[in-house]
């Protein structure tokens, strides 16, 4: 090449390169939203748990990195707050500050779990990027504001479990539906829409995002009547269905198809008649809870069909009759069985089932004949097989599954009373490190106390009497100290 040519090429290159952009790098947050943040930390800060928002410092510290918040890698803006839980629900907090309304590119907000009380802030409306809002498990109470439904962009509202008292009437649930029609989740469980059954169909019937909804949840809303079966033709995309402790008196036909549901909640619905055992059948089913409904009869899926069912939760406490199909008369009489058999495709087994006054056996190839399955919760049941109690505690609140790491409040108390449990108490119930009580009395249990008892270094109080236990109480273990 000549020298001239060698000369304009590598000039060209260097302008070429002086003029490209630096490599992109992820951007430092605004100072802005870093005041912003720390005021808004600060004016709950004496409700915060020890060692919540720590890493929220005002020491020049790049609040893109901070706890429970997620930033945009060039503009460098807040673009997501999620501080679920992160101070005592117990308490009143008080409103929001204001300085959250600073946060002007935040997309999602996630305040749940929180001491948060009085009204929903009508600023939120000034937040034009948001598109998933969570204020649930909070105190939040009065009128759901009208500024709240101008926020035609939202595709994700969660209110429920706000035990303040939040009320949808001026404006109601049919301007919410028809106004907010981006929407493809909304909880509001514990609302007050006061509104009949037929009317709440029609209106989601109206709203041109229905077959996009994957999320309702209408639990205890005050919701009377039967839905209108046609409702659930359009929903076949919706994977979370809760219409809990509201007086539908029917099951809702069409149920089995929606093929995409992953979660049923019809606990107490004044349910009456046959609960469809096509429903058990749904591809995708994993929790069905259908407890308190006193004069619902669920009929089973035929047991040539079970291996189809993949059930993992099901809550059958407080029904009228649970039945396999025909009984054959025996002497004494047998309650009705539920089956359980895993599942070849994926593994999938019937790990927890509530029940009351029926009769359950297992009998999956991995288990002998009657022996329950891991992980049942067996408060209030009057179950027969044998006693066994495996693995850690999962809690369970409105059907999301929380590991327990540090059990409080009631949930670290097993209540298995007054069943027909037979054998003997195994040496793994030792491995319930922070179960504080427990209650295994008026059974058929026999055999020695296990020695594992004194592993148990934070049970407070237990009863194993009615049974045909031996031997003496083991000694606590003194904890280990590293």
């Keep these: 090449m000549p020298h001239g040519h060698t000369t304009i090429f590598l000039i060209t290159t260097l302008l070429i390169l002086l003029t490209q952009p630096p490599p992109a790098s992820a951007a430092l947050c605004h100072l802005n939203e870093s005041s912003a943040l720390l005021r808004f930390k600060q004016n709950i800060q004496s409700f915060l748990f020890p ?4 890493s929220w410092q005002g020491n020049g510290s790049d609040c893109c990195r901070w706890e429970g918040i997620t930033c ?3 503009t460098g803006f807040v673009i997501e707050l999620q501080i679920s839980n992160v101070a005592a629900q117990d308490t009143f907090i008080g409103s929001i500050d204001p300085s959250l309304f600073e946060l002007k590119q935040l997309q999602l907000l996630d305040l749940s779990y929180n001491g948060f009380n009085g009204s929903i802030p009508n600023r939120l409306v000034e937040l034009t990027h ?11 109470s009065g009128q759901i504001p009208e500024e709240l439904l101008e926020m035609t962009w939202l595709i994700s509202l969660n209110l429920s479990m706000n035990d303040g008292g939040l009320q949808l009437q001026h404006p109601n649930f049919t301007e919410l539906v028809r106004r907010l029609d981006q929407l ?27 077959h996009k909804l994957q999320t309702l949840s209408l639990g205890w809303c005050n919701i009377f009547g039967p839905l209108l079966d046609k409702l659930f033709l359009h929903m076949q995309s919706l994977s979370y269905l809760d219409l809990s402790g509201n007086n539908l008196q029917e099951v809702p036909k069409f149920l089995d198809n929606l093929t995409s549901l992953n979660f049923l909640y019809l606990a107490g619905c004044g349910l009456q008649g046959n609960f469809p055992p096509s429903i058990f059948l749904l591809p995708k089913l994993e929790r069905l809870y259908i407890s308190s409904n006193r004069e619902l009869t669920v009929l089973l899926p035929p047991r040539n069909l079970t291996r189809n069912v993949n059930i993992q939760r099901l809550y059958l406490s407080s029904i009228k009759e649970l039945s396999d199909g025909p009984l054959v008369p025996s002497n004494p009489p047998l309650l009705p069985s539920l089956e359980v058999k895993s599942n070849p495709m994926n593994g999938s087994i019937l790990s927890s089932c509530i029940s009351s006054r029926n009769f359950v056996r297992n009998f999956s190839s991995d288990n002998p004949p009657g022996l329950i399955p891991e992980d049942y919760m067996l408060q209030g049941s009057n179950f027969s097989g044998y006693f066994t109690l495996h693995g850690e505690i999962v809690q369970t609140i409105k059907g999301n599954d929380r590991p327990i790491t540090n059990i409080e409040g009631p949930m670290n108390i097993v209540d298995m009373s007054n069943n027909y449990f037979i054998g003997e108490i195994l040496e793994e119930i030792g491995r319930l490190k922070y179960l504080r009580g427990l209650n295994v009395s008026i059974n058929h249990l026999k055999g020695p106390i296990p020695n594992s008892f004194g592993n148990l270094l934070q049970l407070e109080w237990f009863d194993l009497s009615q049974n045909q236990l031996s031997g003496l109480i083991p000694e606590r273990k003194k904890e280990r100290k590293i």
Excluded: R, W, Y
């Excluded at 060692?51 to 720590?54: D, E, K, N, T």
């Excluded at 948001?130 to 939040?140: A, E, M, V, Y």
């Design 130 to 140: 948001l598109t998933h809002l969570d204020l649930s498990g909070c105190h939040f």
């Design 51 to 54: 060692g919540a928002l720590s």
């Design 72 to 74: 945009n890698n060039i």
């Design 184 to 210: 493809q989740h909304l909880q509001l469980n514990f609302v007050e829409v006061n509104m009949s059954s037929k009317d709440v169909s029609t209106v989601l019937l109206s709203s041109p995002s229905l």
